[in-house]
């Protein structure tokens, strides 16, 4: 049926496959949100599941470590009930057994004091890096890159303040992403209460322009796929069957103009800018949990010049964007992910589907993801 | 064990099994019922799962139209938010692909109009046919054969009026067929308060006299295993334990007798002559949905000859014959099957069952269902 | 990594394990706990699932008989409704099939009087044998052992009255086992409500003294391994982190001294006495079920010399040791073996697990049961 197609499109998503289409817990050596540092604050130590990986994050002194949440000892999860007796270590709730956060280190064994194990065996310890309040975790083998590489351009902004939701969503992380992506998926949105509540102008789809403005960044990191919605695409506010007209944009009508541009950038961040507001950026990370799960990131940035305007806009996000932005829009791009997750869970979904000519941002995107990534995590 | 055991009927089993023992998904190229036309009233369109695939129906003008529940696009269901915007499509609720439902065409993209797309691709159609307020749907490559073909004779019967209800069962359909079809598992029913409340004579068991009646109707369509039940069994009404009696049946004094033909039909369609009254007779299939679940129909047929009949038919299929007997009598039917899925769902079951001779009706089935088929379904 | 363990005991382990690691359902031709006799007391037919194999027990007369829990003919579990119309048969609720729970043999089917089947097929009939107020049975094909061969040394004592509880566990048996036989997982239960209600001296850990003291006996049955505690190991009642203490035993200033030893026993049965009391032995049977599930039964010994003791320790076990002692100590042992099963329903953890020194006795259990079981129950 490829024939029938817009085949250029299709060619490219078909020939781009190889290293996407295996990638079903992510690619390896990068930078990958674990928590908001915030969940940390109690002095807790708290587990997370990165690209299939158990993670354990508890705070020493003033910065975050990460260490692998399993005991050498017996495999179990320290997770499942943390013991931290001193600043530095996690101690296995099952024999006692005492890690270093800083360096992994078998420091003692509770149950036998003096054991030969002492100092000589080591839990795996992930790279952390602070920023904007979120907890990044390194997953790889590498030497870390730089924080800025893996995230989107003006993320690390020093005026930009951030606040966000997380949560698990039902579908592989790529569904996720190109979902995010998907320049006409704003047709589930047409009826979201933030189009009047907000007085957004947003089409119902999107007609792309003669000449295509997809710029792939695949020089230098970060690497991504930028999209200048705003000048490569005809909005449409009305839609037809026929020549039957069926639909009308509730956007057609609003004055503030959003989502100028979209990127999505290596190893699964977005950012839609400006969005939900002309002065928001929102950000968003589809980071793999388990091949059939990811973590939803939802994080909306805002410049500001003081600490006061930081905190309105902390008010401000708890007040109006989470629920009106980040629950009453993209919650439906939640319901879309886990709809697409029953076609995709099976690999030939890939070489099924038929694309059309507004996804061909989608193909960029899997072409950047297949020949630029930096390792595959692989499936057991 | 088999040299245990009354060989005649074992050795048929045992050799018939081939096709059947294959048929997890059902035969395809056949007429299925997929739901009541009642179901389709409101205009909205309603999917259904038929021999594992997913299918979606509408009614346009007079008539019903079936087209794959699944868009060409990013594969997911249009079933899970419908869209309906004429009297003659079904619109993708993810990026508003419309297709005819008259031919599968793609006839518009909402969210991208004039795309070259349009028109040149189709999702599969289904043939539809419709008697006696149910829909049934063609499954299979073949050019549709008539209605009359695939179900039991005297369905169509133009007197007859025909009410029902239909419910998921979790076992695999020969489960269903075989239930069904099972002479001696009236044991199960001894209790029934259809017995008492109607009044029937129903024995516990069945002895198969010398002389085997089970014909086998394989020359034309429909094709299927006709028992005799009234000439081919000595009903048993008290059952005994080496001798001493142990149960005695409630229906040994019903003056109503029934059930005095069963027959079964391709693909999987039961016919019982009367029941459960001397005036009516229940038709019964078990449609696959998937390998360990199916349909079950449950619908009785009674004749009348005046619109009126047929609606005083309709109360008393509400108001009595639904509690009394669908479900007083048939939900034990239910119950026993999702009792012998455990054993069935392994392949192995089948050689290792142990048939003894009132099975023969079973036997005769399978050798049909296996030697007569129109095409396996395929499991993926 | 492993040449920075303790080298004895993980080189032990790791060359035992063959059978051990493969036996995931259990050793065949062992006695295993069914149930308790006052279950069937009402005289209904229970069903157990022993070892993967699904078993019907009934009493007949004085004696209990255990026969397969699956009907020849079409497979379905008698103890899905249980009909019993004589004193020793049971008959299939779907077609009457009846056998004696006696020898298994056919002996009517109550839907087909006179069947040529009857008396010529047969069901698998278990052997059974009753030991305060127990019901075990022999899963295996040779012929069965005596019991004594198969429990712990003492508990089939003429004075000592049992009484106990037994629950279903998520986890591998083997995983019962070893957490139960585990010197040190004492550490979890530092802060049972047991240690203080009773008075208990208890450690938080234990150093293997020099001269190892686990004893194994392999030479005739019982077999098993035997750890004396009290003269094996130094307690620990301080835990520290870099020499800083950390953790105090609540039970430093207990007086009663407990669990001077230990010991495991094919195939699956500890031994902690004295427990939880020192007028009371503890016993634990670690059932499989499935292979990952397994029967944990907890059962206190003590030893009396009349009727009247042996009504009051019931009284004392019901008010006081159930709840104190089985739930209040032994629940934190179910909570920690699903939280092992995770790491070990993977076989590689066998071989990634790095044990310790006081882990020596678990090293010791495994090559006993790789060396000296009777037959591994295959896994389908």
Request: charged share 30%; hydrophobic share 40%; aromatic share 10%.
């Amino acid at each position: 049926m490829a024939e029938d197609m817009d085949s250029a499109n299709t060619a490219g998503t078909r020939a781009s496959g190889a290293s996407y289409v295996e990638a079903k817990l992510g690619f390896r050596n990068y930078w990958y949100p674990a928590l908001f540092r915030h969940e940390l604050e109690s002095g807790e130590a708290k587990g997370v599941r990165l690209l299939g990986e158990n993670i354990l994050l508890r705070k020493v002194g003033d910065r975050v470590a990460a260490v692998q949440d399993r005991c050498l000892h017996r495999g179990v999860r320290f997770s499942r009930k943390p013991e931290c007796y001193t600043a530095d270590t996690i101690t296995c709730w099952y024999h006692g057994f005492t890690y270093s956060l800083l360096d992994g280190k078998l420091v003692d064994i509770l149950t036998e004091p003096g054991s030969k194990m002492i100092g000589k065996m080591s839990i795996r310890t992930y790279p952390v890096a602070e920023a904007k309040g979120i907890v990044f975790v390194w997953v790889g083998d590498r030497e870390p890159t730089r924080l800025e590489d893996d995230v989107p351009p003006g993320f690390l902004g020093e005026d930009l303040a951030v606040e966000g939701i997380r949560d698990e969503v039902k579908s592989n992380w790529r569904i996720g992403a190109e979902n995010g992506f998907d320049t006409t998926h704003i047709y589930i949105h047409r009826d979201s209460p933030l189009i009047g509540g907000n007085h957004l102008m947003l089409p119902i789809g999107l007609v792309p322009a003669t000449k295509q403005g997809i710029e792939t960044h695949a020089e230098r990191d970060p690497r991504g796929v930028f999209d200048s919605m705003a000048e490569n695409y005809i909005p449409v506010f009305e839609a037809s069957i026929r020549g039957e007209k069926v639909l009308e944009s509730r956007g057609a009508r609003g004055e503030k103009r959003v989502a100028a541009s979209v990127s999505i950038w290596m190893p699964g961040v977005l950012k839609v800018d400006p969005f939900p507001d002309p002065a928001l950026t929102q950000f968003e990370w589809y980071v793999p949990i388990d091949v059939d799960t990811h973590m939803y990131w939802r994080v909306l940035g805002k410049r500001v010049v003081s600490d006061l305007e930081a905190a309105i806009f902390r008010d401000e996000f708890h007040s109006l964007w989470k629920p009106l932005a980040l629950h009453g829009f993209n919650d439906l791009d939640v319901w879309a992910r886990e709809g697409m997750q029953e076609f995709y869970k099976d690999d030939e979904a890939w070489s099924q589907e038929h694309l059309n000519k507004p996804d061909a941002c989608i193909v960029e995107w899997r072409k950047l993801a297949s020949k630029h990534h930096r390792g595959l995590q692989p499936v057991k």
